[in-house]
């Protein structure tokens, strides 16, 4: 029992450390890498299903609190089920459908706890989207050939259409190892595309270095 009492109580000082810790990332350079998920709402969950997500991001502390940088993302995600199936009773033939996205914005991230290796954030970012939807029937003979895909946030077979987007959410990132740590964060992403926004949720997490500035 008394063991057990040992590690409970260094377990607690050893977290109670991480959090009192400070250490300023002022000055330092961040890169990070993320995969996850990508969740379509509002008339977007009409048309897609959850899907893909994956993320690379470089960005510079101006100071204690804030950092800006730039984030590329790209997301993949499946025609729902009504999508394919009003493709498959416009063409006559079995219809499969997806989506790719593409995402070039710069962010902006506000930290809560700036010197502190469990640090809470606060993000926005705005950019261009590039939106892509693909679909193709497949024939009698086993071939499978492009289709048009034409319903909102759906642009025609093989063409990138690009809009302007904005996104906000918040996360956490967590410093283990003096530069390495890892995050996960929770956005908000608003593409104005032509008739209704296309409006999802991404949820990633990864691998974060901490570089000293050149």
Known sequence: ????????????????????????????????????????IATFSD?????????LHVGYYVNHFIAVGGDFGYYANNASDELNKKLSDD????????????????????????????????????????????????LDDGSDVPVNCSPPGCPSVQEWVSDFGLGAGAGVHFRFWGIV?????????????????TQFVSLQGGIIVFLPSI
């Not at 991480?18 to 990070?32: F, L, P, R, Y």
């Not at 640090?119 to 939106?131: E, I, R, S, T, V």
Request: no cysteine.
């Open 1 to 40: 029992m008394k063991r057990i009492l040992l590690v409970a109580v260094l377990h607690a000082a050893l977290v109670s450390a991480s959090w009192a810790q400070e250490e300023s990332v002022s000055g330092s350079v961040e890169t990070s890498a993320g995969v996850g998920g990508s969740f379509p």
């Open 47 to 55: 048309n897609a299903k959850t899907g893909f997500a994956l993320g």
């Open 91 to 138: 063409t006559g033939t079995t219809v499969e459908a997806e989506f790719d996205m593409l995402q070039l914005t710069a962010y902006g991230k506000f930290l809560l706890l700036p010197k502190k290796s469990v640090a809470p954030y606060a993000k926005a970012q705005l950019g261009y989207y590039w939106l892509r939807g693909k679909a193709k029937a497949s």
């Open 181 to 197: 740590g890892a995050f996960g964060d929770l956005i908000y992403n608003a593409v104005f595309t032509e008739g209704d926004t």
